[in-house]
């Protein structure tokens, strides 16, 4: 199988893109591989609360030496995400991707959708991405599409009940506890209307499925064919970070990843460039700049000023030239 993704106007399932959403897919490092080298994205931390308890989730708010989901070294309020956002894209065109991803669940927290709002009304054009673990999503939907969400990451770990009730400990769903396969279905239940919801409403939909060996390994088949029925766009398998209550679990090898990939690539695309990213990350994928040193960040604007720079000579250049003929 070839690690490139599938151009972005062959889906394989069906799903039609008007200019404006492929644009979007072509400049987000997470749905199109190519763009990875070239455009960015900035994680906005401003949703510290969760609705439900992985067992292999740990947010930590102060770990400046890991590089995993749910860590973050600060979380913002919504006015301190808009300055933060004025002063990145200023410094780092090349980011076209305001995300909020944790640390722990955005649609949890009031504050994601302020926060949105906020920068929608600064810079109508960027595009503005959610993660979720989809338990609010049929419900909090419409506030998404007010504030101008257009990718969505989905986490599905499994639509059958009795394995997802061995992934989550537990949910708090309008303010009662649930857990076991009662709790599962509820997720599941809520997830899928979600995801199908949101492709319908013009939603560019990518769902991430954590790859737990032992437990739902030998399920991923069974999810990638029903985010096919779905809609979804593309699809991510991650490998299990052994922590938590799965602290003593073997992480999948990069085999067996490959081989769940493999599988479930016949039914939605696969990324398989993911970077399991920090939720107060920026940059390209591969240079989370919220790791860096002040002189490499500095660094960095000063080549990136200096690209822009010759664009723009080039392009006056041929402009004229061509203007000659």
Do not use: W
């Amino acid at each position: 199988m070839s690690e490139e993704n599938n151009p972005i106007n062959d889906t394989g399932n069906g799903l039609e893109l008007n200019e404006e959403l492929r644009r979007k897919i072509a400049e987000h490092p997470c749905y199109d591989k190519k763009a990875q080298h070239k455009f960015g994205r900035i994680h906005l931390a401003v949703a510290p609360r969760c609705n439900i308890q992985c067992n292999f989730c740990v947010r930590e708010f102060d770990c400046v030496n890991e590089s995993r989901p749910g860590v973050t070294s600060k979380v913002l309020t919504p006015q301190e995400s808009l300055e933060k956002t004025r002063q990145v894209l200023a410094d780092y065109p090349f980011i076209k991707v305001v995300a909020i991803a944790g640390p722990g669940d955005p649609l949890a927290n009031d504050e994601s959708f302020d926060t949105f709002e906020l920068i929608r009304k600064e810079f109508p054009d960027i595009t503005l991405c959610m993660s979720t673990n989809g338990l609010m999503l049929p419900e909090k939907l419409q506030d998404m599409l007010r504030v101008g969400v257009s990718t969505l990451t989905v986490t599905v770990n499994a639509i059958d009940p009795e394995i997802q009730a061995k992934i989550v400990d537990h949910i708090v769903y309008h303010g009662k506890v649930y857990r076991g396969v009662e709790a599962a279905e509820i997720q599941i239940k809520n997830q899928l209307a979600g995801i199908k919801a949101a492709v319908d409403a013009g939603i560019v939909v990518k769902v991430n499925t954590v790859l737990v060996p032992g437990i739902n390994d030998k399920h991923v088949v069974e999810i990638a064919r029903k985010l096919n029925e779905l809609g979804v766009y593309i699809m991510n398998i991650m490998p299990l970070i052994n922590q938590g209550a799965f602290a003593d679990l073997e992480p999948p090898t990069a085999e067996e990843r490959k081989a769940a990939q493999e599988a479930c690539e016949p039914y939605v695309m696969q990324m398989r460039h993911c970077r399991q990213c920090r939720s107060d990350a920026y940059g390209l994928l591969s240079q989370d700049m919220s790791q860096m040193s002040e002189k490499r960040r500095e660094l960095i604007k000063i080549h990136t000023k200096e690209d822009m720079e010759k664009a723009k000579e080039n392009l006056a250049k041929n402009g004229t030239e061509e203007g000659k003929d």
